[in-house]
C-alpha cells in the first residue's frame, strides 16, 4: 500500500515555513522602506527649493507685504529659510525621528503632528471600507461572469467594469449625489454629521456610504477584470477538470478549486492598487467635505501649506510601501511556490 501522499507534520512544517518566509520578507522590505522613505522626502523639499513658492510670504501670511526688506531678511535667517535645501531637510527629518515634530501647519492653525492624529484616521477608514466593497464587488460580479461567459450577467458585468473604467471619480461622485442625495434623499450629501453635530457611529455609517461606494466603484473595472481572467484560466486547470470529473457541484469546483488559485494575482493587483485608491481619496474627500488626511492636502496646496504638504507626502509614500507589503506577503502564504527572495 502507497504511503499517503501528505501527512499531518509536513503540512504544519510548510504552514510554518510560509509564515517564515512572509515574517523574512516583511523585515527585508521594512528596512527598504526607510532609505525609500527619506528619499521620497529629500525630493519634496528639493521640489519645494526650486518652486515659485516664497516660504516667508507663506508663513507671513498679509503681514509679508508690510513688513520691511530688513525685517524679512532677519525673519528669514532666524527661521532658516536662507538655508541650502538640504540643511533644510536635514532640519526637518531630525525634529520628526527625535521629537514627532512634523512643523506647524498654517492652514490649519496647529501644528502638523495634530493634524495628522486627527485626520489620519478618517482616511484610513475611508478607505478600508472602499477596499472592502471593491474587493466584494469585484469577487462576486467577477466569478459570476467567468461561471457563464458570454452570458447576460458577463456581459453586463464587462460592459459596467468599462464604463467605470473611463469615468473620472469626480463624475461618479456627483452623479451619485445628484441620484442618491437631492433625487431619492436617501443618503447624506457631505460630512460626518449632520448641521454641525457631534458624529456618531450611526452619523458615520450614513454618511460614509457615497463616499465609500464611490471611491470603492472607481478601484472595481482592474478588479473584476482580473478575477473574471484568472477564474477563466483556472477552469481550465486539470485539477479543476479533475473535480468536475468526480462529479462536484459546479458552485463548489468554482470556489474551492478554481477561486483558491485565482485569487493570486488578485491579490497582487490589489497592492498595486493602493497609490490609486489614495490619489482617489484626494477627490472624492474632497467632493463629499470628508474630513481626512486628503482633502486636507487639497487645502495645504491652496494655502501653500509646505510643512502639512511634506508629511502628507511621506505618510502616503509610507501607506502605499505598507500595503504593497501587505499583499507580497499575503502571496508568500497562499502560495507555497513563492519564494521570499
Same mark, same amino acid.
Request: glycine content about 8%.
Given at each position: 500500500?502507497?504511503?499517503?501522499?501528505?501527512? /499531518?507534520?509536513?503540512?504544519?512544517?510548510?504552514?510554518?515555513? =510560509?509564515?517564515?518566509?512572509? %515574517?523574512?520578507?516583511?523585515?527585508?522590505?521594512?528596512?527598504?522602506?526607510?532609505?525609500?522613505?527619506? %528619499?521620497?522626502?529629500?525630493?519634496?523639499?528639493?521640489?519645494?527649493?526650486? %518652486?515659485?513658492?516664497?516660504?516667508?510670504?507663506?508663513?507671513?501670511?498679509? =503681514?509679508?507685504?508690510?513688513?520691511?526688506?530688513?525685517?524679512?531678511?532677519?525673519?528669514?535667517?532666524?527661521?532658516?529659510?536662507?538655508?541650502?535645501?538640504?540643511?533644510?531637510?536635514?532640519?526637518?527629518? =531630525?525634529?520628526?525621528?527625535?521629537?514627532?515634530?512634523?512643523?506647524?501647519?498654517?492652514? +490649519?492653525?496647529?501644528?502638523?503632528?495634530?493634524?495628522?492624529?486627527?485626520?489620519?484616521?478618517?482616511?484610513? +477608514?475611508?478607505?478600508?471600507?472602499? +477596499?472592502?466593497?471593491?474587493?466584494?464587488?469585484?469577487?462576486?460580479?467577477?466569478?459570476?461572469?467567468?461561471?457563464?461567459?458570454?452570458?447576460?450577467?458577463?456581459?453586463?458585468?464587462?460592459?459596467?467594469?468599462?464604463?467605470?473604467?473611463?469615468? $473620472?471619480?469626480?463624475?461618479?461622485?456627483?452623479?451619485?449625489?445628484?441620484?442618491?442625495?437631492?433625487?431619492?434623499?436617501?443618503?447624506?450629501?457631505?460630512?460626518?454629521? #449632520?448641521?454641525?453635530?457631534?458624529?456618531?457611529?450611526?452619523?458615520?455609517?450614513?454618511?460614509?456610504?457615497?463616499? %465609500?461606494?464611490?471611491?470603492?466603484?472607481?478601484?472595481?473595472?482592474?478588479?473584476?477584470?482580473?478575477? #473574471?481572467?484568472?477564474?477563466?484560466?483556472?477552469?481550465?486547470?486539470?485539477?479543476?477538470?479533475?473535480?468536475?470529473?468526480?462529479?462536484? $457541484?459546479? #458552485?463548489?469546483?468554482?470556489?474551492?478549486?478554481?477561486? *483558491?488559485?485565482?485569487?493570486? *494575482?488578485?491579490?497582487?493587483?490589489?497592492?498595486?492598487?493602493?497609490? /490609486?485608491?489614495?490619489?482617489?481619496?484626494?477627490?472624492?474627500?474632497?467632493?463629499?467635505?470628508?474630513?481626512?488626511?486628503?482633502?486636507?492636502?487639497?487645502?495645504?496646496?491652496? /494655502?501653500?501649506?509646505? *510643512?502639512?504638504?511634506?508629511?502628507?507626502?511621506?505618510?502616503?509614500?509610507?501607506?502605499?510601501?505598507?500595503?504593497?507589503?501587505?499583499?507580497?506577503?499575503?502571496?508568500?502564504?497562499?502560495? *507555497?511556490?513563492?519564494?521570499?527572495?
Amino acid at each position: 500500500m502507497p504511503p499517503p501522499l501528505t501527512t /499531518e507534520p509536513a503540512r504544519t512544517s510548510g504552514t510554518h515555513a =510560509r509564515w517564515g518566509k512572509a %515574517a523574512r520578507l516583511a523585515g527585508w522590505r521594512a528596512l527598504i522602506a526607510v532609505p525609500i522613505t527619506a %528619499a521620497v522626502s529629500m525630493i519634496v523639499f528639493w521640489l519645494a527649493s526650486i %518652486a515659485p513658492f516664497n516660504p516667508l510670504a507663506a508663513y507671513l501670511g498679509p =503681514r509679508f507685504e508690510r513688513a520691511s526688506l530688513e525685517e524679512r531678511a532677519a525673519l528669514a535667517e532666524q527661521l532658516g529659510i536662507d538655508d541650502s535645501w538640504i540643511t533644510i531637510w536635514g532640519r526637518w527629518a =531630525r525634529d520628526v525621528v527625535l521629537h514627532w515634530d512634523w512643523g506647524y501647519s498654517r492652514s +490649519m492653525a496647529r501644528p502638523v503632528a495634530d493634524v495628522l492624529s486627527e485626520r489620519l484616521p478618517w482616511t484610513v +477608514m475611508l478607505g478600508a471600507v472602499s +477596499m472592502t466593497i471593491a474587493v466584494g464587488l469585484s469577487l462576486v460580479l467577477g466569478v459570476a461572469a467567468a461561471r457563464h461567459p458570454g452570458s447576460l450577467i458577463d456581459r453586463c458585468a464587462t460592459a459596467l467594469a468599462h464604463i467605470v473604467q473611463g469615468l $473620472p471619480p469626480f463624475v461618479i461622485a456627483l452623479g451619485a449625489i445628484v441620484i442618491f442625495s437631492l433625487t431619492l434623499q436617501w443618503l447624506p450629501v457631505a460630512g460626518v454629521s #449632520r448641521g454641525g453635530a457631534d458624529p456618531t457611529w450611526g452619523s458615520i455609517a450614513t454618511h460614509i456610504v457615497l463616499p %465609500a461606494a464611490v471611491l470603492g466603484l472607481s478601484q472595481v473595472p482592474w478588479l473584476l477584470l482580473n478575477v #473574471r481572467t484568472s477564474v477563466l484560466t483556472a477552469l481550465t486547470e486539470d485539477h479543476v477538470t479533475a473535480a468536475r470529473a468526480r462529479g462536484l $457541484p459546479d #458552485r463548489t469546483t468554482i470556489w474551492r478549486h478554481a477561486l *483558491p488559485g485565482a485569487l493570486l *494575482p488578485f491579490v497582487t493587483l490589489i497592492g498595486a492598487r493602493l497609490p /490609486e485608491l489614495v490619489t482617489g481619496a484626494v477627490v472624492v474627500e474632497t467632493v463629499f467635505a470628508w474630513p481626512g488626511l486628503a482633502s486636507a492636502t487639497v487645502d495645504a496646496a491652496v /494655502e501653500g501649506d509646505f *510643512p502639512l504638504l511634506a508629511a502628507v507626502t511621506v505618510l502616503t509614500s509610507l501607506m502605499v510601501l505598507i500595503g504593497s507589503l501587505i499583499a507580497d506577503a499575503v502571496y508568500v502564504l497562499v502560495d *507555497p511556490r513563492v519564494d521570499d527572495a
